[in-house]
C-alpha cells in the first residue's frame, strides 16, 4: 500500500506557472505508475497526465497537451505535475492517484488516491 500526500496547490494569476508535488510513503513507490486527476465544482473528476513506473512515458489529456509535465523521482518518491500557461479553467482540486497497472488509465481506476490540493487561476 501508499500514501500520497499532494502539496503546490494555491492561488495563481492566469498565464502563470504553478508545480505540483505528491510525496508518497509505504513501499515501493518504483511499484506504481502514477496519475494526476482534477476535479472542479460541479464536475466530474478527469484525467490530467499520467506516467508509467520508470518515468520513460508519459500521458496527458488532451486540455493540458503542451502546458503541463508530469515527472517522477523515484529515488525521493516524488511524482510532479509542472503547470504553464494556466488558464481560469484549470481550477479544480487536483489529486494524485496510483495503480499497480503497467500502463495507468485514464479513468477512475487507481488503487491509491491523496487528499488533493486546491489551484485557482484568477483571470
Known amino acids: 500500500q501508499v500514501q500520497l500526500v499532494e502539496s503546490g496547490g494555491g492561488l495563481v494569476q492566469a498565464g502563470g506557472s504553478l508545480r505540483l508535488s505528491c510525496a508518497a510513503s509505504?513501499?515501493?513507490?518504483?511499484?506504481?505508475?502514477m496519475g494526476w486527476f482534477r476535479q472542479a465544482p460541479a464536475k466530474e473528476r478527469e484525467f490530467v497526465a499520467a506516467i508509467t513506473r520508470s518515468g520513460r512515458i508519459t500521458y496527458y489529456a488532451d486540455p493540458v497537451k503542451g502546458r503541463y509535465t508530469i515527472s517522477r523521482d523515484n529515488a525521493k518518491n516524488t511524482v510532479y505535475l509542472q503547470m504553464n500557461s494556466l488558464k481560469p479553467e484549470d481550477t479544480a482540486v487536483y489529486y494524485c492517484a496510483a495503480t499497480t497497472l503497467l500502463i495507468p488509465p485514464s479513468t477512475y481506476e487507481y488503487d491509491y488516491w491523496g487528499q488533493g490540493t486546491q489551484v485557482t487561476v484568477s483571470s
Open positions: 509505504g513501499r515501493p513507490f518504483s511499484s506504481y505508475a
